[in-house]
């Protein structure tokens, strides 16, 4: 019996990234990944790079029946920049690159799979980092331009929905803040300029989608935020404002510019009262207003609980948003040790009801949600398949809530697990698996798990 039904047409799929599954088998030039890697491998778990990663680049036609068979009707990939174009200045593609990708899309819709493609997965071309500066460059947004235009003109007769980015506020914390991805700087003053750039880079993005060909055949583009709802730890009022904050920076400074076409006024004047505020025109900031998204991507996997400071902040390396909110460990709380990520189920459907009441009921899919772990391989049963319960009730638990927003009118129109197969993860590497689909690292075998099947008759019910 289905208790849990969802509406016609329903998006059932998964995600992935052009850097995490491709390989770098061709490519034109390297990503700051790429880079990193090559000059630091140590830094990658058990030094596994991105140099073959899940083989997508040679295996993309299996591969994508092998999504078929777990049910998935729609599947998110990236371009990648660094494959795609020869010469920033110009946008000269390599011919390699555009075949591939234009195989890639044709297989994807032979096997009756809408291809999502988003134009940036944290992999700025290296080359751009060291010669302007990155994504604290207004020449970089400029070349992005270039790029997105390529890509719309060369791809945009089949694939019918675009996003620009994926988790910017994770390249601003990643790179400029808590140096978790390369060039692991703490400058609080150049991630608040990157925050403002990226979110300047997304709208001349669906600027030139909307003036092209793709909007005219009936596409439409949007941009994947990772939304962590910030929860305070108890109903005073410091602990309130604690979390408030970190809800507005945290969250707000991609979503309120995407869809309403402005920042958050409390962000802007707590950025300018301690003169770390981004550098912007008139003109600029009219480009974010008038060119928000047709859709919004929300990846969830974890709230965010906050707590007033209880310890001076340490100014010693500049500003930082963590000077008006401290972590709070809530007692009791589930989790996954594997990740280290808190799993609350009730946040996605908190998510669903502010996008609701507070976005417009914006149409929005999760276009990320899901379970790492590490040494699946102890969960193979007799018949060789993994069995990942645990997998199975995670979405089951996260997806009661969503139908439930739904049902109370949340504008949700998909889903979308974080990943069809096991894929190469940035400094993690291959250490927590989240496939429907499980990779042996040295064979490149692919095996679909447990929760692959279930997928499968979930999708084919439309409910569960």
């Not at 008006?324 to 609350?344: A, K, L, Q, S």
């Amino acid at each position: 019996m289905i208790t849990h039904k969802f509406p016609e047409g329903f998006w059932w799929g998964a995600a992935t990234s052009g850097p995490q599954s491709e390989g770098r088998f061709h490519k034109a030039h390297r990503n700051v990944f790429d880079y990193w890697y090559d000059t630091d491998p140590k830094a990658f778990f058990n030094e596994v790079g991105p140099n073959v990663a899940s083989n997508f680049y040679n295996d993309y036609e299996d591969d994508i029946r092998l999504m078929k068979e777990t049910g998935l009707n729609s599947v998110r990939t990236s371009i990648q920049w660094s494959r795609l174009i020869k010469d920033f200045e110009t946008g000269e593609t390599d011919p390699a690159a555009v075949s591939f990708y234009n195989h890639v899309i044709d297989a994807f819709l032979k096997n009756g799979i809408r291809p999502i493609m988003n134009l940036h997965h944290f992999d700025l071309p290296v080359e751009l980092y060291e010669k302007y500066g990155g994504w604290t460059s207004k020449y970089v947004i400029d070349l992005f331009a270039i790029y997105a235009k390529r890509c719309f003109e060369l791809f945009g007769d089949r694939v019918k929905e675009w996003t620009t980015f994926n988790e910017p506020m994770v390249v601003a914390e990643g790179e400029y803040m808590y140096q978790f991805h390369y060039p692991l700087l703490v400058d609080g003053k150049k991630a608040v300029q990157c925050i403002f750039n990226l979110n300047l880079a997304s709208a001349k993005a669906i600027k030139i989608f909307h003036e092209t060909e793709c909007a005219r055949l009936g596409g439409h583009i949007g941009i994947v935020i990772n939304l962590t709802p910030a929860y305070p730890r108890s109903e005073d009022s410091a602990d309130v404002a604690a979390a408030d904050f970190a809800e507005t920076f945290k969250n707000k400074s991609f979503l309120d510019p995407a869809v309403k076409g402005v920042f958050p006024e409390k962000l802007v004047e707590v950025l300018t009262r301690d003169n770390v505020l981004w550098d912007a025109t008139a003109d600029e900031m009219k480009t974010i207003h008038d060119n928000t998204v047709d859709f919004l991507g929300v990846n969830y996997y974890q709230p965010f609980r906050a707590k007033a400071k209880e310890t001076k902040f340490d100014d010693s390396k500049g500003w930082l948003p963590n000077k008006y909110f401290d972590t709070y460990e809530m007692p009791g709380r589930r989790m996954n040790p594997y990740r280290g990520w808190e799993i609350y189920p009730k946040a996605i459907y908190d998510v669903a009801i502010n996008v609701r009441d507070n976005y417009g009921n914006i149409p929005w899919y999760i276009s990320e949600n899901g379970m790492g772990v590490e040494g699946e391989e102890k969960f193979i049963g007799k018949d060789g398949v993994i069995a990942d319960d645990y997998r199975i009730d995670f979405i089951r638990e996260h997806l009661e809530w969503l139908q439930k927003a739904i049902e109370e009118g949340s504008n949700c129109f998909g889903y979308h697990l974080w990943t069809p197969i096991d894929c190469w993860s940035w400094s993690n590497a291959y250490k927590n698996r989240y496939g429907l689909i499980a990779l042996a690292l040295v064979t490149q075998k692919k095996t679909i798990k447990k929760s692959g099947r279930w997928f499968r008759a979930l999708a084919e019910n439309n409910g569960f």
